[in-house]
């Protein structure tokens, strides 16, 4: 999982791109990201990014897959197999006996002289 806080000062050190990269195993486009971050919300010193709680830090790179305030979500399974088989589709046991039902077994023809 990515440190933000650790890019952030990292950026703010002035290290470059590919140093970073290299050393906290991540992209140059997710560097990118924490400059824009920092850049759009005025962070211009380390001691600002150490200051900054971890709820914050999550919010200033939240990409939708976790809340901010880590609260777990329980997944309705259910629900889920229910969307994923459709109400009206058969169970896959039932179409491939279909199939082969239907079908008429190929024998190889001899060739006629």
Not at 37 to 66: C, P, W, Y
Not at 73 to 90: H, K, Y
Request: proline fraction near 4%.
């Amino acid at each position: 999982m990515t440190d933000y806080r650790q890019l952030m000062r990292l950026v703010l050190d002035k290290v470059p791109y590919r140093e970073i990269a290299a050393r906290e195993g991540c992209s140059q486009r997710t560097i990118a990201r924490v400059r824009r971050v920092l850049d759009e919300h005025g962070l211009t010193a380390v001691s600002q990014v150490d200051a900054l709680s971890r709820e914050d830090v999550d919010g200033l790179f939240s990409d939708g897959r976790k809340s901010v305030t880590g609260e777990f979500v329980p997944v309705d399974i259910d629900r889920v197999v229910a969307a994923r088989l459709g109400a009206e589709q058969a169970p896959a046991e039932g179409v491939v006996g279909a199939v082969s039902a239907g079908r008429r077994s190929r024998r190889p023809q001899p060739l006629r002289v």
